[in-house]
């Protein structure tokens, strides 16, 4: 039956992709991995790439809202995101309590979070598991997405990454792998740091940090230099984690 056939195809098609997620590559040369670490500084640091990058660390920051959010048992009304990389997520429960506290800090926390994650499977040497696990993200994202705009970015970055995790060798995806892990870990610190600087000029006040000020009468600077300071202890210990050699000169140094 054609049906039958289909079905096979599809299974096939799934063991394949298990069995390339599952993978192992091995980890790249160091002075490789700094020239994909500058590469990726030149993406969060230089304005014009930093406003497509930037895309990448609200997809993150949104995620990382919506995903507390359900854990924290609130319902999960839908997701934004926006052509000037702002974004919003929207749910619904009690509009005090540590369930709300906790999606609202989610968001700020959340690249450093998951570029350590993807720091610690690629030193695991499973690159090709965190692009995969990045196509799964995004797919889930997908479901909860609530305009056009959103869609195209979250449909781009998917079909991308599946494509590449399909089609490109091994020691090329590794290096993708290295690349979005690095932007996550050096552009975490950089939306606070805008946010500092947006707030002090009289800016927005509405932000989650000022949501969370009103939440749990904790200054708003305080949330901004906590949320800072995690994400530039993200960075350093990626750092550590991504490049073994300089873990072993502090090391050295220290004794």
């Not at 920051?61 to 048992?73: D, N």
């Not at 995004?138 to 079909?159: D, K, P």
Request: proline share 4%.
């Amino acid at each position: 039956m054609e049906w039958w056939g289909a079905l096979n195809d599809l299974r096939d098609v799934v063991s394949q992709i298990v069995q390339r997620a599952t993978a192992t590559q091995p980890v790249p040369a160091p002075e490789r991995v700094v020239v994909v670490a500058l590469i990726a500084l030149a993406l969060v640091a230089i304005p014009r790439a930093w406003s497509l990058t930037r895309h990448v660390v609200t997809i993150s920051h949104e995620g990382g809202h919506a995903l507390v959010a359900v854990l924290t048992g609130r319902r999960l009304i839908g997701i934004r995101l926006h052509a000037d990389t702002s974004g919003v997520t929207l749910s619904r429960g009690r509009a005090t309590g540590p369930g709300m506290v906790a999606m609202l800090a989610a968001g700020y926390l959340a690249p450093a979070i998951a570029g350590l994650g993807a720091a610690l499977l690629l030193a695991g040497e499973h690159s090709l598991a965190l692009l995969w696990l990045s196509v799964v993200w995004l797919s889930l994202m997908l479901l909860q997405i609530r305009n056009a705009y959103g869609l195209l970015v979250l449909l781009g970055c998917g079909a991308a990454a599946a494509l590449a995790s399909w089609y490109l060798p091994g020691s090329t995806l590794s290096l993708l792998a290295y690349l979005l892990t690095w932007v996550l870990l050096l552009a975490a610190p950089k939306p606070v740091l805008e946010l500092m600087f947006q707030r002090r000029r009289g800016g927005t006040r509405r932000s989650d940090v000022d949501q969370l000020a009103r939440l749990t009468r904790v200054p708003a600077v305080i949330w901004e230099l906590t949320f800072l300071l995690a994400n530039l202890a993200g960075l350093v210990v990626g750092v550590l984690v991504l490049l073994p050699s300089a873990a072993a000169v502090l090391t050295g140094w220290s004794a």
